[in-house]
């Protein structure tokens, strides 16, 4: 690589579940985006900021691209896709277990039109028991769509990393620092930690209920060096509420020890944490809810 110093932005894009998140956290060496085994948690736009020496990488962490049914779903597509549009650089991701299907095409297609350099990274090579089928996969990718580049990687392991910023970096456009060097996102505390609550809920709750949550903070303050954070989590139905306080309130109490503790480490001190649980029926197709909840069309 040349003295010249590279920055601009990659959006990292692909269906729900891939490992967009993952690769975020594991690229920056810290959290700033929340994972689940479930797919579609992810529901912002989130920027990860990475700096080496020649050069700076702008990382738009997207919700994954799948078929909508409903307008929060909608809310989240236009996010990833309007990412795409501003990027200077597409990192599509794929999984190393499967071949492409009708989310990969779909991703391919709108890729195609942006004319972006794009660079696909095959994920979770870790789980691919014959690395052989790697080779037949890469070529089947290729035939679909001339990516810059190819690259096998783990997120989950790490395996791969420098090959795929050495790739993404070739493609970057001349500039400079936009960020200081230890900033590695812009994201408010205020939303990072509203997201920490929605990941325990998340991962501890079932079927349709993750789905049907959001988290809006009420308080957010520090207090004689105790940080006291006052959140709602939101749902569409008494019954959702119910499973998620549990029996004599032991859901909540777990979700929010879970919470607490996360948020304890991240901020460096101590966190007194109160959780609410409220209805709003129908709160993902309603335009209103949506706003209220930090969920805004882009369109």
């Given at each position: 690589m040349s003295d010249l110093h590279k920055s601009g932005y990659v959006a990292i894009i692909g269906p729900p579940n891939v490992g967009k998140s993952t690769l975020l956290n594991r690229l920056l060496g810290q959290k700033i985006a929340i994972v689940t085994p479930k797919p579609q948690t992810t529901r912002n736009r989130i920027l990860g900021i990475l700096t080496k020496k020649q050069f700076q990488i702008l990382f738009l962490d997207t919700p994954g691209i799948f078929q909508p049914a409903y307008r929060l779903q909608k809310i989240m597509v236009e996010t990833a896709t309007r990412a795409l549009r501003e990027a200077d650089v597409v990192l599509v991701m794929a999984e190393g277990n499967r071949e492409p299907g009708a989310e990969e095409e779909r991703i391919i297609r709108l890729v195609a039109k942006t004319k972006?350099?794009?660079?696909?990274?095959?994920?979770?090579?870790?789980?691919?028991?014959?690395?052989?089928?790697?080779?037949?996969l890469m070529k089947c990718y290729s035939q679909r769509y001339a990516f810059r580049e190819i690259v096998p990687i783990s997120a989950l392991k790490g395996d791969g990393m420098e090959e795929l910023l050495g790739a993404l970096a070739k493609y970057l456009p001349p500039g400079p620092r936009y960020y200081p060097e230890d900033m590695i996102t812009e994201s408010p505390e205020r939303f990072i930690a509203a997201e920490i609550i929605r990941e325990k809920v998340f991962l501890r709750t079932g079927e349709e209920i993750p789905y049907a949550?959001?988290?809006?903070?009420?308080?957010?303050?520090?207090?004689?060096?105790?940080?006291?954070?006052?959140a709602t989590v939101f749902v569409e139905k008494d019954s959702q509420k119910g499973i998620i306080i549990g029996e004599k309130g032991r859901k909540l109490k777990e979700i929010g020890k879970l919470a607490r503790e996360e948020l304890e480490a991240t901020a460096g001190k101590r966190v007194f944490l109160e959780l609410w649980v409220k209805v709003r029926p129908k709160w993902r197709q309603n335009k209103r809810d949506l706003r209220f909840l930090g969920y805004q069309s882009l369109g």
């Open positions: 972006i350099a794009a660079v696909l990274a095959i994920n979770k090579v870790d789980v691919v028991r014959d690395k052989k089928v790697l080779l037949p949550v959001a988290v809006k903070l009420e308080e957010y303050k520090e207090r004689d060096h105790v940080l006291y954070i006052k």
